[in-house]
C-alpha cells in the first residue's frame, strides 16, 4: 500500500475522510417524498388581491342633454342655466294686404261758343292748341291717405271719342305718375275722315311706374291735357265735344306709403301640443320658473297690435285661460323704420305677469296650449306707415322652462332581459367553483357637480320579471346612492349662485358580490336585470329650487378588484 | 410528440447556446488540487503537478447552476398520516424575500495544453475555450405577485410592488488564451494570463427601476422605471428563429456566425504567489480583467425614467363604447397604453457599439501545510474571492495527497452568497491520463421526489428537483500527462527504505 501511507494522522485522518465521502453521498442520496395534488392544503394566509381602473367618463349637464336629442336645450341668458325650449310658429303672413287698383276716369271736353266759332274760322290745315289740367282722385282701401305708391303691373289706358270734324292730336300726361323717372304719357293721334264721331285710343303699361301723391285725400292722379285741332275747313258746331275714357286697370301696388287706417286684419289660432307636461308629476317635479317667450318680426312700417281671443293651456279634463298683464298688456309690435329693414319685438309671458301662474298652469297636467286672437294694424293711428309686397309679420315662440325647480323620487327603470345565470354557466366551462375567488368588487367613484342625487337599485328578475336577488339588499340600502353636489340654500333667488352647485360631493360606492352570491346567482334561473335609478335634487322637499347649469359636471370612475382567498380549511 | 418535445428542447438548447454569456466559472474545490491543470484558473501564479495537453473538448468541462428562487421542497411539510403535502406560504415568502437568481454557466475547453520550460521554473499553459452565461434575476414582488396581487394594500408596501433589479442576461464567448507562470525564487512566483475574447452573442435586459404603484382609493395605476436592453448576436438570429424558416444555408449562417462572432475584446488574469516558509503559502489574484466591445448585429434601447399613469378608458373619447365590442375597446387599449409607455419613455434605439466587462473576480487565499515533506502533504487551504455585483465567496479547503496518482480535497464554504456547501475535487492519475472531477454542492445529492396525484385515478407521475441547492457546480475533465513513461519502461534503483516524498507542486514538480 505505497498509496496510503503510514503517518499517524493519516492512519486517523484517511478513514475519516472516506467515511464523510461516503456518509455526504448517502445523506445526499436520501429522498424526500411529497405528495402533491389538487385538494393539496395551504397553510399560512394568502390573499392575493388584483385591482385595476376600468374606466371614466365626465358628463356635463349640456352633454347629457344634448343625448335627449328629441328635445331643445338652450341656454337661458338671463341666470346662465340650461333651459328646455319647445319652439312653434304662431304666425307668419303680411299685416295686411296690398290694394289692386281699378280705377275709371270719364272727362268731357266740349266747345263752347268762342271756341266753335274759333275754330270753324280756322284756315285749313291751321292748328289750334287746348290745354287742360284735370285730376283724377280715388281712395285705396285701409289707406286713410296715400303718400306714394309702387305699382308692378297695371294698364293705364285712354278711349277718345270726338265729334269735332278736324284732325286731332291728344296728349294725356299723368304728372305724378313715373315710369322710368319721367310722368308718364299717352298720345292719341286721330284723322278726321269725314265721319262723326270718330275716336282714337292709347294704352300704356304701368308696371314699376312709381306714384306721388301730395294731397292727403285719398290718391290724386294729376293730369294734364294737351290737345292739338287741325282745321279741315269744316265747320265746327258749338257743344261739338271730346268724351274720353281713361281706365287704370289690374294695378298691382307692391308699395303703398301713407297713413293705414286702424282695423283688425288676420286671425290666428295656433295649437301647441305640450306631451311632456302631460305626464308631469307636480309632486315630483317643480319648475319654478316657466315663461313663454313671443319673438315678432315686421318688416312693415305698420305698427300692430295683438288682440288676444284666448290663451289657455288645455287637457281633458279642462281649459285653464291665463290673464294677467302679459296677456291683456301684450305690447305692440313696432313698426320697421325703413323698407328691408325689420323691427323686432320680444314679449315674454312669466310667472309675475300671468294669473294664474305659468307654473300653476303647467302642473295641471296639459297636453297642449291654445293661442288664439287677432292682429290689429296700426292700433294707434301713425302716420308714415307702409307695406310692400315683401313686408311680412313673424311671430314665433318657445315655450322656455329653465332647469330651476326641485325634483324628489324621479324614478327611471329599466330592464335588461340576458339569460345571465345560463349565461355564465356557459361561459365558465369548465365550471368555475369561486374556490380561491373571495369576491368581486365593483367600485364606483363618483365626482357629482350636477344639484341632483340619484339613487340606484339593481335586481336580479327571473323570466316572471319577478324579483330573485337585489344587491341593494346585499350591500345595505345606502350602498348605491351618489349624493347631489352642494348647494347653498341659503342664498336669495337674486343671488348669481342661487341654486347652484358650489362644491361637487364625492361618492364612493362598493358592489361586492362574494363568492357565495356569485354561486347563488349563478344556480338561479336568472333572466334579467332590472334598475331602477331615482333622482330627487337636494332639499327638495322643503321646496329648495336648484339650478343646472350647462357646465355642471358629473364625473364616474369605475375600477374593478378581484379578491381571492387561497387559504382552505384542512 | 416526443419528436416535436425534442424539438423545441432542441432549439430551446440553441438558443441558450448561442445566448449564454459572461462569468466563467470554476469549481472553488479545485482551488488547492494542484494536480488537476483547472488548479491554475484558481490559483494562476501555482505551477501545476505536471505538463500536460488536453483531449480535445474534453480537457475542462464545467457547468455551474444557480437557483435561490424555486426550492418546492423547502416550502412543503407532510406529515406521516397526511395523505397530501401542505404548502408553507410563510416559508415561500421567506424564501423569495431575499433577492432571486436563476443563472447558468457552462465553459468548456477546445483545446488546452501546458508546458514546463527552464527547468521547470516557467509553465507556459493555452487553450480555447467557450463561455455561456444565462441569468435572470427576479425581483421578490414579482415572484409574489401572485400571492399578493396588485391591490392587497396589508401585503405591499407604499402601495407598489417593486419589480427593480429585474434582469435577463445571456452571453457567449469564445477566449483565445495564453499563460505564463514564472517561479522567480523559493518564495515569489507569478501567473499571467493573456485573454483575446471573440464574442458571439449577447443579449443584456436590466431594469434599473421598475414600480407599480396601485392607488389604495381608486385602484389606478403608476407605472414608473428605467430600462435598458442591448443585444448582439441576437436580433438576426431571433427573426431567423421567428421566421420558421430554417434551412441548410440559415443554418449555415448560425454555424459561420459562431466561428466568426460578433465582438471582440481583452482580458487579463494576474496573479502572485508567496511562501514565507515551506509551511504557509499565500496568494493574490484577479481573473477576468477585462472585456468586450460588441461591434456586429448591435441593438441598444435605453428608457428616460418614465411614469406612466393608467386611469382605466376614457370613455367620453372612447365614443361607441360597448360591452359587446369591450374586447376589442381592451385591445385598443394596451396599445394606446403601450404607445403611450413608448412615448413617455422616449426609447433611443441605436445600433451602436457597446461594451461590456466581464466582471472581474478578485481573490485572496493561504494554504498551511504542516508536514511539507511528508508524502500525503495534508494541507488547509481558504479563500476568498469576490466578484463584481455578486456576494463574496469563500472556501475552506482540506487537501490530501495519495501516493502519486490521486489528491482530493474535501472543502467547505459559501459560493456567491448561496449557502453553505460542502465540495470536493479529485485528481487522478491513471498512466497517461488525468482525470479531474470536483463539485461544490453536496446538496446536489439531495434531491425530492414530487408525485402528482392530481385525480387519485391515474397512476402517479412523478417528478424530481434537488431539495436544497441554490448552487450546483460540477467540474470535469481528463487530459494527457505530459512526461508520462510506462512503469515496464521504468527503471526504478532498487530502494532500500521509504520512497522519496513527492515534492511540492510549487517547489519541484515531478514528472
Known amino acids: ?33 411529497f405528495e402533491l395534488g389538487e385538494d393539496m392544503p395551504i397553510s399560512g394566509e394568502a390573499n392575493p388581491a388584483f385591482g385595476i381602473s376600468l374606466g371614466s367618463g365626465t358628463w356635463t349637464v349640456q352633454q347629457a342633454l344634448d343625448q335627449v336629442d328629441s328635445l331643445h336645450w338652450d341656454l337661458d341668458q338671463a341666470s346662465g342655466s340650461a333651459m328646455f325650449v319647445r319652439p312653434f310658429e304662431l304666425l307668419e303672413s303680411p299685416p295686411i294686404e296690398l290694394p289692386l287698383i281699378n280705377e275709371g276716369l270719364d272727362e268731357v271736353f266740349e266747345l263752347d261758343e268762342a271756341t266753335a266759332y274759333a275754330l270753324s274760322n280756322l284756315p285749313e290745315a291751321e292748328q289750334l292748341s287746348l290745354a287742360y289740367e284735370t285730376s283724377w282722385t280715388f281712395e285705396l282701401p285701409s289707406m286713410d291717405s296715400v303718400d306714394s305708391l309702387w305699382l308692378d303691373q297695371g294698364i293705364l289706358s285712354v278711349f277718345i271719342t270726338s265729334d269735332i270734324p278736324m284732325d286731332q292730336s291728344i296728349q294725356l300726361i299723368c304728372t305724378n305718375l313715373f315710369a322710368g323717372g319721367t310722368p308718364i304719357v299717352l298720345n292719341v293721334e286721330m284723322e278726321y275722315a269725314g265721319q262723326l264721331p270718330f275716336e282714337g285710343s292709347a294704352v300704356v303699361s304701368t ?50 306709403f301713407g297713413k293705414f287706417g286702424s282695423q283688425t286684419s288676420v286671425d290666428f289660432n295656433v295649437a301647441q301640443p305640450l306631451p311632456l307636461l302631460e305626464v308631469w308629476d307636480q309632486d315630483q317635479l317643480h319648475f319654478a320658473d316657466p315663461r313663454i317667450r313671443l319673438n315678432a318680426r315686421n318688416s312693415s312700417g305698420i305698427p300692430i297690435g295683438v288682440q288676444w281671443n284666448e290663451f289657455a293651456f288645455i287637457s281633458n279634463l279642462g281649459t285653464w285661460d291665463i290673464g294677467g298683464p302679459d296677456i291683456t298688456e301684450f305690447p305692440v309690435i313696432p313698426a320697421a323704420n325703413s323698407v ?11 310667472n309675475s305677469g300671468t294669473s294664474p301662474t305659468l307654473s300653476e298652469a303647467l302642473e295641471m297636467r296639459p297636453d297642449s296650449a291654445i293661442l288664439r286672437g287677432q292682429l290689429v294694424v296700426n292700433p294707434a293711428s301713425e302716420s308714415s306707415n307702409f307695406l310692400t309686397n315683401e313686408s311680412t309679420l313673424e311671430i314665433d315662440g318657445a315655450l322656455e322652462v329653465p332647469l330651476t325647480g326641485w325634483g324628489m323620487g324621479l324614478t327611471w327603470r329599466d330592464t335588461l332581459r340576458e339569460k345571465i345565470s345560463s349565461e355564465l354557466n356557459a361561459a365558465i366551462n369548465p365550471p368555475l367553483d369561486w374556490q380561491d375567488v373571495e369576491s368581486v368588487a365593483l367600485r364606483f367613484i363618483a365626482e357629482n357637480g350636477w344639484p341632483l342625487g340619484m339613487d340606484l337599485q339593481v335586481s336580479f328578475i327571473d323570466g316572471d320579471d319577478l324579483t330573485i336577488d337585489s344587491l341593494s339588499e346585499n350591500s345595505g340600502a345606502e350602498a348605491f346612492h351618489i349624493a347631489a353636489g352642494q348647494v347653498d340654500h341659503s342664498l336669495g333667488s337674486a343671488d348669481l349662485h342661487y341654486g347652484r352647485v358650489m362644491k361637487r360631493t364625492q361618492t364612493i360606492m362598493d358592489i361586492v358580490l362574494t363568492r357565495d352570491q356569485a354561486t347563488e346567482l349563478l344556480s338561479l334561473d336568472c333572466e334579467g336585470i332590472e334598475i331602477a335609478l331615482t333622482l330627487g335634487t337636494p332639499d327638495a322637499q322643503n321646496g329648495s329650487s336648484v339650478r343646472f347649469f350647462p357646465e355642471d359636471e358629473f364625473e364616474l370612475k369605475l375600477s374593478a378588484r378581484v379578491s381571492c382567498a387561497i387559504t382552505l380549511e384542512q | 410528440m416526443k419528436k416535436e418535445r425534442s424539438h423545441r428542447i432542441l432549439v430551446a438548447l440553441i438558443c441558450l447556446w448561442f445566448g449564454s454569456h459572461v462569468q466563467a466559472q470554476n469549481a472553488h474545490s479545485l482551488a488547492f488540487n494542484d494536480l488537476s491543470p ?19 473538448a474534453l480537457g475542462n468541462m464545467s457547468i455551474s ?58 509553465f507556459v499553459h493555452g487553450g480555447i475555450r467557450e463561455v455561456l452565461h444565462a441569468s435572470i434575476d427576479l425581483p421578490s414582488d414579482l415572484l409574489r405577485l401572485l400571492f399578493t396581487g396588485n391591490a392587497n394594500f396589508d401585503l405591499l408596501d407604499q402601495d407598489a410592488l417593486d419589480f427593480s433589479n429585474l434582469g435577463i442576461n445571456v452571453e457567449h464567448r469564445r477566449t483565445f488564451y495564453l499563460g505564463w507562470q514564472r ?106 480583467l477585462g472585456g468586450i466591445n460588441w461591434k456586429k448585429d448591435t441593438r441598444s434601447f435605453r428608457s428616460q425614467p418614465v411614469s406612466v399613469d393608467f386611469n382605466g378608458l376614457d370613455w367620453n373619447a372612447a365614443g361607441g363604447w360597448t360591452a359587446a365590442s369591450a374586447v376589442d375597446s ?52 481558504a479563500m476568498m474571492r469576490k466578484r463584481r455585483g455578486l456576494p463574496m465567496s469563500w472556501r475552506s479547503s482540506w487537501n490530501q495527497q495519495w501516493g502519486k496518482r490521486m489528491k482530493t480535497a474535501l472543502t467547505y464554504g459559501s459560493r456567491e452568497g448561496l449557502g453553505p456547501n460542502l465540495g470536493m475535487s479529485i485528481a487522478l492519475n491513471f498512466g497517461p491520463l488525468l482525470f479531474t472531477a470536483a463539485a461544490d454542492s453536496y446538496r446536489m445529492f439531495n434531491w425530492t421526489e414530487f408525485a402528482l396525484d392530481g385525480s387519485r385515478t391515474q397512476p402517479v407521475d ?21 512526461g508520462w513513461t510506462s512503469s515496464q519502461r521504468r527503471n526504478f534503483p532498487k530502494s532500500e527504505c521509504e520512497p522519496f516524498a513527492v515534492p511540492s507542486s510549487t517547489s519541484s514538480p515531478q514528472f
Not at chain 2, 501545476?48 to 488536453?54: D, E, H, I, S, T
Not at chain 2, 465553459?107 to 527552464?118: C, E, P, V
Not at chain 2, 412523478?462 to 505530459?482: C, D, E, F, K
Request: contains cysteine; glycine residues 8%.
Open chain 1, 207 to 256: 308696371a314699376n311706374a312709381r306714384g306721388i301723391f301730395p294731397n292727403d285725400d285719398g290718391l290724386e292722379v294729376m293730369c294734364d291735357w294737351d290737345i292739338v285741332l287741325e282745321s279741315s275747313g269744316t265747320h265746327v258746331n258749338e257743344g261739338a265735344s271730346i268724351s274720353i275714357e281713361v281706365q287704370w286697370q289690374d294695378a298691382n301696388v307692391s308699395g303703398a
Open chain 1, 1 to 33: 500500500m505505497k498509496l496510503f501511507s503510514t503517518h499517524s494522522l493519516q492512519r486517523f485522518l484517511n478513514p475519516l475522510c472516506g467515511t464523510l465521502f461516503v456518509v455526504t453521498c448517502m445523506l445526499g442520496c436520501i429522498e424526500q417524498r
Open chain 2, 183 to 288: 517561479n522567480w525564487n523559493q518564495k515569489w512566483s507569478s501567473g499571467l494570463r493573456l485573454n483575446y475574447l471573440r464574442g458571439i452573442r449577447k443579449g443584456e435586459l436590466s431594469m434599473s427601476e421598475l414600480n407599480w404603484h396601485t392607488d389604495e382609493s381608486t385602484w389606478d395605476w403608476t407605472i414608473s422605471g428605467e430600462g435598458m436592453l442591448q443585444t448582439s448576436g441576437m436580433w438576426s438570429l431571433m427573426q431567423l428563429l421567428d421566421s420558421q424558416d430554417i434551412d441548410q444555408n440559415t443554418m449555415q449562417r448560425i454555424r459561420d456566425g459562431l466561428l466568426t462572432g460578433v465582438g471582440s475584446g481583452l482580458a487579463i488574469d494576474l496573479g502572485g504567489e508567496f511562501r514565507p516558509n515551506p509551511k504557509w503559502m499565500l496568494f493574490a489574484q484577479v481573473n477576468d
Open chain 1, 340 to 350: 328691408g329693414s325689420s323691427a323686432q319685438m320680444v314679449h315674454v309671458v312669466d
Open chain 2, 38 to 56: 483547472q488548479h491554475l484558473e484558481m490559483q494562476i501564479a501555482s505551477q501545476p503537478q505536471f505538463g500536460f495537453l488536453a483531449l480535445p
Open chain 2, 330 to 381: 381592451l385591445e385598443y387599449w394596451a396599445m394606446g397604453m403601450a404607445e403611450e409607455l413608448s412615448e413617455m419613455a422616449n426609447f433611443s434605439e441605436n445600433a451602436a457599439n457597446f461594451q461590456t466587462r466581464l466582471g472581474a473576480v478578485w481573490s485572496l487565499g493561504s494554504e498551511f501545510t504542516p508536514w511539507p515533506n511528508a508524502s500525503w502533504k495534508p494541507s488547509l487551504g
Open chain 2, 65 to 122: 447552476l444557480s437557483n435561490t428562487a424555486f426550492h418546492p421542497a423547502t416550502w412543503l411539510t407532510q406529515s406521516d398520516n397526511a395523505s397530501l403535502a401542505t404548502l408553507e406560504l410563510d416559508e415561500l415568502f421567506a424564501a423569495w424575500e431575499n433577492p432571486n437568481r436563476l443563472a447558468m454557466d457552462i465553459q468548456a475547453d477546445l483545446i488546452q495544453f501546458g508546458k514546463f520550460f527552464k527547468n521547470k521554473r516557467s
Open chain 2, 462 to 482: 412523478s417528478i424530481y428537483w434537488p431539495t436544497n441547492a441554490p448552487s450546483i457546480h460540477i467540474q470535469l475533465g481528463v487530459v494527457l500527462r505530459m
